[in-house]
């Protein structure tokens, strides 16, 4: 889950922050320490809009289904990931809105 996966890497924890709707619509991830983002990391957020990756030099791997079934998500934007050197076929699934990647 996104809580899960936010609080080991950025070490924050999203589950109070849900409530506000900006977080409900934008996620940013910078200068965190993760190395993969696993299957499903965004699941259940289908009201999602945008999703921020950057700074991230420990990002190595983003797994299928990351981005998947994302209705509303229009920009991913993955920036700066100087060690990404996986993203797998299916990472990008489902995604009607998407305009920018």
């Known amino acids: 889950s996104v809580g899960f996966l936010v609080s080991q890497l950025c070490f924050l924890d999203l589950a109070s922050m849900n409530d506000h709707p900006i977080f409900s619509i934008f996620r940013r991830f910078v200068l965190t320490k993760m190395r993969v983002i696993p299957k499903g990391a965004f699941a259940g957020l289908g009201d999602l809009e945008k999703i921020e990756i950057s700074q991230n030099d420990a990002l190595e791997v983003i797994e299928a289904n990351v981005f998947s079934s994302l209705p509303k998500l229009h920009e991913i ?23 920018y990647l």
């Open 77 to 99: 934007r993955i920036e700066k990931a100087n060690n990404l050197v996986y993203i797998d076929q299916d990472a990008f699934q489902h995604l009607p809105s998407l305009r």
